[in-house]
Structure formats: structure tokens, C-alpha cells
């Protein structure tokens, strides 16, 4: 059983930067890839980033490839999305989740999930 407490989030303006955080508990993430999720209201939740349990292997979505890094601290069991030149497009709730296999780019496919943290991006 795995635990997950996303923070971070809040309002910015167009172009400025945001660090989220997703913090584990009850168990170590080491051993688990983990993946950051947005949804934005009426819209489908889709995949951002995700990162192997050794952190040696990234994957991103185009529409981020390049402004936003995924990262992770097994030692503080702690993972992160560094979000830079964020955009209005941007605006969503942000959710980690955890699976106990290869990064995959389907949600159906993670097994824990946090609460979200929202994000909103001001022109």
C-alpha cells in the first residue's frame, strides 16, 4: 500500500514557474514508476510525465517536452515535476500515481493515486 500527497500548486502568471512534489508514505517508492496526470474541467485526464523507479528513464508528452522535468528523491521517497514557461493551456488539477512496473502513459494502468493539486496559469 502506497500513500501519495501531491503539493505545489497554486495560480501564476504565463510564462513563470512551479515545482510540484508528490510525497509517499506506508511504503518506499523505490521500487515503483511514477507519473504525473492532469485533468482540467470537462476534458479527459491526461498523461504528462513519468519517471522509473531508478530515475534513469524519463518520458514526457509533447505538449511538455521541454519546459517541465520529472524527477525524484528515493532517499525522501519524494517525486517532482519542475514546470517551467507554463501556459493558460496549462491550467489543471495535477495528480502523481504509482505503479510497480515499466512508465506507461495510461492512467488505467497505475495503481495508487494522490488527491491532485490544482494549477492555474493567468495570462
Known amino acids: 500500500q502506497v500513500q501519495l500527497v501531491e503539493s505545489g500548486g497554486g495560480l501564476v502568471q504565463a510564462g513563470g514557474s512551479l515545482r510540484l512534489s508528490c510525497a509517499a508514505s506506508?511504503?518506499?517508492?523505490?521500487?515503483?514508476?511514477v507519473g504525473w496526470f492532469r485533468q482540467a474541467p470537462g476534458k479527459e485526464r491526461e498523461f504528462v510525465a513519468g519517471i522509473s523507479w531508478s530515475g534513469g528513464s524519463t518520458v514526457y508528452e509533447d505538449s511538455v517536452k521541454g519546459r517541465f522535468t520529472i524527477s525524484r528523491e528515493n532517499a525522501k521517497n519524494t517525486v517532482y515535476l519542475q514546470m517551467n514557461s507554463l501556459k493558460p493551456e496549462d491550467t489543471a488539477a495535477y495528480y502523481c500515481?504509482?505503479?510497480?512496473?515499466?512508465?506507461?502513459?495510461?492512467?488505467?494502468?497505475?495503481?495508487?493515486w494522490g488527491q491532485g493539486t490544482q494549477v492555474t496559469v493567468s495570462s
Open positions: 506506508g511504503r518506499t517508492l523505490s521500487r515503483y514508476s
Open positions: 500515481s504509482a505503479r510497480g512496473a515499466f512508465i506507461a502513459k495510461d492512467s488505467r494502468e497505475y495503481d495508487y
